[in-house]
């Protein structure tokens, strides 16, 4: 976070996100799908730039309190009828109610998945309690295109991935070397190698790209 941002500021730009979050669900479930596209960017950026969400590369999704959840939902033969109980109705948790309540860290991919989760409301903890894996990926990647299949395609979320992560991290769909290009040197490659170094604003980029593009990135 810059030094310059304060907390009344944080606290101002947290009130200003949650007033167009009310007003972006209505919009998003009135768009078609290029029109969610766009709404998902544009709630990225402004998960970025409240601190909801912080990019980080080669990590899809890290949140302790999910992680903790899902943990302790998991079944035992041992567990007491109380126990089971317990674990049943944290299986039955909504993912959107623990990730909108606190904060998480998340590549390109795992960013898009927050956002729509948050948007879309319709992901419970028994959904991505199998799919679980390292603490930097809470819910698997498969599990993330399967979630937003009915939104992106697959296609669309490899370019997003290797745009962002400044390599070729997934081969595309169809392959075409020259778009595999594009998307790796769209934020200047691998940020160690002279590209953008601030994963924020790689992700930012895309995003801003997908809004300008009417729901589509092109690098």
């Known amino acids: 976070m ?3 941002m304060n907390k009344e500021t944080l606290r101002r730009l947290q009130k200003n996100y949650r007033d167009r979050v009310r007003r972006r669900n209505k919009k998003f479930f009135a768009a078609d799908k290029a029109g969610k596209r ?3 960017a544009q709630d990225v950026i402004d998960q970025l730039n409240v601190g909801k969400i912080k990019a980080e590369n080669l990590t899809y999704l890290a949140s302790k309190e999910l992680q903790d959840i899902i943990s302790n939902s998991e079944e035992d033969r041992t567990d007491s009828t109380g126990e089971k109980q317990l674990k049943k109705e ?3 948790t ?3 109610d623990i990730l909108n309540k606190n904060n998480c860290t998340a590549c390109a991919l795992g960013s898009i998945f927050v956002s729509a989760v948050g948007i879309n409301d319709k ?5 991505v309690i199998s799919h679980y894996g390292y603490e930097t990926e809470v819910v698997s990647s498969d599990k993330m295109h399967s979630y937003l299949g ?3 395609s697959k296609r669309q979320l490899h370019m997003i991935e290797n745009a962002f992560e400044g390599s070729v991290v997934n081969e595309l769909l169809l392959p075409n070397v020259t778009d595999e290009e594009k998307c790796v040197a769209f934020n200047g490659g691998l940020s160690e190698e002279g590209g953008i170094k601030n994963p924020k604003k790689r992700l930012i ?3 801003e790209n997908i809004i300008e593009n009417n729901g589509t990135f092109v690098p």
């Open 205 to 207: 980029r895309i995003m």
């Open 123 to 127: 992901l419970k903890v028994k959904d």
């Open 90 to 92: 944290l299986r039955q």
């Open 2 to 4: 810059s030094k310059k």
């Open 150 to 152: 009915s939104i992106f």
């Open 38 to 40: 766009v709404i998902i």
């Open 94 to 96: 909504e993912v959107c």
